[in-house]
């Protein structure tokens, strides 16, 4: 009798946490149906290969070392996304170039990578939480560093009590601390904006994912918005239409969705972000097709903690920046609702306007090939860098402190 090699998950995801800042660590080709019916069964046999790899991480283990590798094709690679150094406009009259600072403060992307290197060292979840501070920072009237402001009530309301980001969001303190050593090497020059940018990228190649040229350039805008996250930002609940929906809206492509969806191949997310996993009808469950054991695995995690407790959106390799991701969804083994949602045979049939992608199909290549992922991941980086910063706050500033404009320093 043949033995199966499909990892048991009864005991996946039961790895609670009391860390007082849960949240979702971040979070978001045209392939044809006989395409993907082809990939889907390669990738039941790329399942069976990585079947030991994701048994010997069941348990909890010590935290995995920072990756500093560069070795082609594999964690730290530098992709080639084919921009040729063209500068790119990033909205009200900013223009974003590789090198931006070469010679107003050469030291700037050393500074911020020792600083993520430093803070993953000490916090491994830290390189989600730095990457989904960008994304929420671009979604919301482009990337101007809008998401760091703190909130001055009764007079100004910033995004950080959004519903996305309330009690979610974290990561402010490590970028307060990059941010000083910059104002010391070279003041008022590096904007939180590119910092965030920078940060983003340096917290991939940490995790072992891929590196790129990140355009600088940007200026921090003087203003924010509350209604403007609240009503941006994808909800871990979201189906495929509505995630397309939500990535047209702020100019990126269906494709662009598949691939930043990737990033939930390192970070937590909390209980109430995937309860619509546990409850058979609702929401995104699959429960018929997914091992009961999975489902089992998540309710006793979630059910003593009030919903405060934190699994990993990937658990068969955590802290590292890979495609596991992707395997995870065709095994039925996606967090999210939103997550799994990529796989299901809707996305397959799903159009993607202009782009007409296969959203299943491209789940199925990215499983198969990490390198296909991580250069449609750089890619797609760099377009949602270049989201342009919306009305308000004239032409930006770079600030002195992220967390107040600099009037108000």
């Given at each position: 009798m043949q033995r199966s090699m499909k990892p048991s998950r009864t005991r996946l995801w039961l790895l609670a946490s009391a860390e007082q800042n849960p949240g979702i660590e971040f979070p978001y080709m045209a392939y044809s149906t006989t395409t993907t019916t082809v990939a889907l069964q390669v990738a039941g046999l790329l399942l069976a290969l990585t079947a030991a790899a994701a048994s010997a991480n069941m348990m909890s283990g010590p935290a995995a070392p920072v990756n500093k590798s560069c070795v082609t094709g594999r964690a730290g690679a530098a992709v080639s996304i084919g921009y040729g150094g063209a500068r790119a406009s990033a909205g009200a009259g900013v223009s974003l170039g590789a090198g931006a600072y070469h010679a107003t403060c050469p030291q700037a992307e050393e500074i911020v990578r020792a600083g993520v290197e430093?803070?993953?060292?000490?916090?491994?979840?830290?390189?989600?939480?730095?990457?989904?501070?960008?994304?929420?920072?671009?979604?919301?009237?482009?990337?101007?560093?809008?998401?760091?402001?703190?909130?001055?009530?009764?007079?100004?309301?910033?995004?950080?009590?959004?519903?996305?980001?309330?009690?979610?969001?974290?990561?402010?303190?490590?970028?307060?601390?990059?941010?000083?050593?910059?104002?010391?090497?070279?003041?008022?020059?590096?904007?939180?904006?590119?910092?965030?940018?920078?940060?983003?990228?340096?917290?991939?190649?940490?995790?072992?994912?891929?590196?790129?040229?990140?355009?600088?350039?940007?200026?921090?805008?003087?203003?924010?918005?509350?209604?403007?996250?609240?009503?941006?930002?994808?909800?871990?609940?979201?189906?495929?239409a509505t995630l397309i929906q939500?990535?047209?809206?702020?100019?990126?492509?269906?494709?662009?969705?598949?691939?930043?969806?990737?990033?939930?191949?390192?970070?937590?997310?909390?209980?109430?972000?995937?309860?619509?996993r546990l409850v058979s009808g609702a929401?995104?469950?699959?429960?018929?097709?997914?091992?009961?054991?999975?489902?089992?695995?998540?309710?006793?995690?979630?059910?003593?903690?009030?919903?405060?407790?934190?699994?990993?959106?990937?658990?068969?390799?955590?802290?590292?920046?890979?495609?596991?991701?992707?395997?995870n969804l065709l095994s039925g083994d996606g967090l999210l609702p939103s997550d799994q949602a990529l796989a299901s045979p809707l996305g397959a049939d799903m159009p993607g306007g202009s782009d007409d992608v296969d959203v299943a199909g491209l789940v199925a290549a990215y499983?198969?090939?990490?390198?296909?992922?991580?250069?449609?991941?750089?890619?797609?980086?760099?377009?949602?860098?270049?989201?342009?910063?919306?009305?308000?706050?004239?032409?930006?500033?770079?600030?002195?402190?992220?967390r107040v404009v600099n009037s108000a320093s």
């Open positions: 430093r803070a993953v060292a000490a916090d491994p979840r830290m390189a989600a939480s730095l990457l989904r501070l960008h994304f929420h920072d671009c979604f919301v009237n482009g990337c101007d560093g809008s998401v760091l402001l703190d909130d001055k009530p009764p007079f100004f309301i910033g995004e950080k009590t959004a519903v996305p980001n309330a009690n979610s969001l974290r990561g402010f303190e490590v970028v307060d601390a990059i941010k000083a050593e910059l104002e010391r090497e070279c003041p008022e020059t590096v904007s939180c904006a590119d910092l965030l940018a920078i940060a983003a990228r340096d917290s991939v190649v940490v995790s072992g994912g891929p590196t790129w040229e990140v355009e600088a350039g940007r200026k921090d805008s003087r203003t924010a918005s509350l209604q403007g996250a609240n009503a941006n930002l994808p909800a871990p609940t979201s189906g495929v939500k990535f047209r809206n702020v100019g990126l492509s269906a494709k662009d969705m598949v691939a930043l969806s990737g990033a939930h191949t390192i970070g937590k997310a909390r209980c109430t972000s995937f309860s619509a929401g995104v469950s699959f429960s018929t097709a997914a091992d009961m054991g999975f489902l089992q695995s998540l309710q006793q995690l979630c059910s003593g903690s009030a919903g405060s407790a934190l699994a990993h959106l990937d658990l068969a390799t955590p802290a590292t920046f890979d495609n596991q991701y992707y395997i499983a198969l090939d990490a390198s296909v992922f991580f250069q449609d991941f750089a890619e797609s980086m760099h377009q949602m860098g270049r989201l342009a910063r919306g009305g308000g706050g004239g032409n930006g500033e770079v600030r002195v402190n992220c």
